[in-house]
């Protein structure tokens, strides 16, 4: 019965995306009716990142650069992972589609799991999938998805 934001919120594994959604300013979007896919990056996939650059994307001017790598993990509509499944079968093993940001992701099944892929061809896992909210649904990914 809570949106995209109030979920999150609670969550003790997105805490750096909470906090990185809040700084590009992205609150009120991920709030509204929607409806959104969030592949969601768990603190650790935050950590991954090399030293400095979570804190370096937090500062104020660099804004935009956050908002564009936030919004490249949002998809516009509702799409579940047996939609995502069906998607890459139709596209004979893989699929891609647009971001908010205006960019494409790929998705592809390896070892039975749904697999992205971003622009710069680093991959990242869905490791809970279907996570429904008010306004859309979160699938939570092991590394945080970068675009050109």
């Known amino acids: 019965s809570k949106n995209i934001v109030q979920n999150a919120v609670n969550s003790k594994d997105h805490t750096t995306l ?4 809040q700084a590009a300013g992205l609150a009120d979007t991920l709030s509204s009716p929607g409806p959104f896919t969030v592949f969601a990056p768990t603190n650790a996939a935050f950590a991954k990142l090399p030293a400095g650059t979570v804190e370096g994307l937090l500062k104020p001017e660099s804004k935009a650069t956050l ?10 509509g ?8 069906k998607m890459i079968g ?8 647009k971001t908010v940001a205006g ?14 892929k971003d622009e710069k061809g680093l991959t990242s896992t869905v490791t809970i999938a279907d996570v429904n909210q008010a306004n859309g649904v979160i699938h939570v990914v092991d590394s945080v998805l970068l675009p050109n």
């Open 103 to 116: 960019a494409s992701l790929s998705a592809m099944l390896v070892d039975g799991k749904v697999v992205l």
């Open 67 to 76: 908002t564009k790598i936030l919004t490249y993990h949002v998809v516009a």
């Open 78 to 85: 509702k799409v579940m992972a047996a939609d995502l499944v």
């Open 90 to 97: 139709e596209g004979k093993g893989s699929t891609s589609f």
């Open 18 to 21: 909470v906090t990185a959604v």
